[in-house]
Every structure is written in structure tokens, then in C-alpha cells.
């Protein structure tokens, strides 16, 4: 298996076509097809006012704030971040990232490897 190292901002940001998103772009950073065998490393890019659907799935998410400011929504209640947060959302629960600012809101979010497509 081969290293990878490179700058985020060269991957291609993909539109999140998803009923229920709005804003919002990802760029996979280290998936399968790179050779990860457990975890794959994903960066979100939510724009002012935008959000990822409310949804709930079989996996958990951890995620890091890279920039700006938002809203967890977590089971029907309201949970403000901003830069530097960390967020663990567990399997089955109910969730939707939200931009609350004026700038976009960029996370990093790190799921089990065969829970999403890269």
C-alpha cells in the first residue's frame, strides 16, 4: 500500500446532491480507491445558510471544525460550534450540519470505510 499526502484544496470539489442538502460541497480526501482499508477522510464545504439533510444511518461520524461558525442538529435539539470543535455523532442518530454565519463552514468528517461512495 502507497502513502498519499496532498493539499485539499487540489482535490475536486463535488456538489452534495442529496435530497435536503443545500451549499453544500464535499472532496474526498483519502477513500477505498486510495488503499484505506477501515476509515475514509472526507471535507465538507457548507456555504452560508446551507446545510446537509437531516438523516440518520448505521455509522457514527467523527468530525473537526476547520472554519466558521454552525449548528449541530442532533435529535431535535440545537448544539452552536464553531473552529476548532470536534462533533461524535453515534450510529442511528439523527443529525444535520447547518451554517448559522456569513463565511463558509468547512469540516472534516471521518467515517467506516463501505458506508459511502468515493
Request: charged content about 30%.
Amino acid at each position: 500500500m502507497k502513502e498519499k499526502i496532498g493539499n485539499a484544496r487540489e482535490v475536486p470539489a463535488r456538489d452534495v446532491k442529496v435530497e435536503g442538502a443545500e451549499k453544500v460541497k464535499i472532496r474526498w480526501l483519502i477513500s477505498e480507491r486510495d488503499g484505506a482499508a477501515r476509515f475514509v477522510m472526507r471535507l465538507f464545504e457548507v456555504g452560508p445558510s446551507g446545510r446537509t439533510p437531516l438523516h440518520r444511518h448505521d455509522w457514527e461520524h467523527e468530525v473537526f471544525i476547520v472554519s466558521g461558525v454552525g449548528k449541530l442538529i442532533y435529535e431535535g435539539s440545537d448544539r452552536p460550534f464553531s473552529e476548532g470543535y470536534f462533533v461524535f455523532v453515534p450510529a442511528g442518530a439523527e443529525h444535520s450540519f447547518v451554517n448559522t454565519g456569513t463565511d463558509k463552514l468547512e469540516f472534516l468528517c471521518i467515517i467506516p470505510t463501505g458506508t459511502d461512495k468515493g
